[in-house]
């Protein structure tokens, strides 16, 4: 009995070293990332957002964000406002959106950056797998530096 006991006990603290392994491999990339899309300078552009979750679709349809001086300015051509600042991410809040979800150990994500600017291009959270409907997916496209 005692061995077992043992046993359990050092798989389970194996399990837990490999958790923190892939979350500090994660975050490490996300730092990467970050300094890359940092040491680009890059303080205005437009992009395509897109939301992946079970929300309304006026939510999930891809929209067309122009950022100026790193503040959301404009959504599909009009102006932006502000009461519905929780639909939208800017590159950087991207950024730390991924860490603080990162930090809470999701069940599962899948996360890519662009080798170019470094800015994370689609992320994907399901922070608990007994959990229907709290997943959400961002995805940004065509992407493009203004003046």
Do not use: H
């Not at 929300?55 to 122009?66: G, I």
């Not at 890519?112 to 940004?140: H, K, N, Q, V, W």
């Amino acid at each position: 009995m005692k061995n077992i006991l043992l046993l359990l006990s050092v798989f389970f603290l194996l399990s837990c070293e490999k958790d923190r392994v892939e979350l500090d491999s994660e975050l490490d990339r996300l730092a990467t990332f970050r300094n890359l899309w940092e040491a680009q300078d890059i303080d205005s552009y437009e992009m395509v957002q897109e939301v992946s979750c079970y929300c309304t679709t006026d939510f999930t349809v891809p929209k067309r964000l122009s950022i100026e001086n790193k503040r959301l300015v404009a959504v599909n051509g009009g102006p932006f406002e502000e009461q519905f600042s929780y639909e939208f991410l800017t590159i950087d809040e991207a950024f730390d959106f991924i860490e603080d979800r990162l930090l809470q150990q999701p069940a599962s994500a899948r996360i890519f950056y662009d080798g170019t600017f470094g800015f994370p291009y689609s992320f994907y959270f399901d922070m608990d797998f007994r959990l229907a409907d709290e997943e959400i997916g961002y995805s940004f496209s065509d992407f493009y530096i203004s003046e």
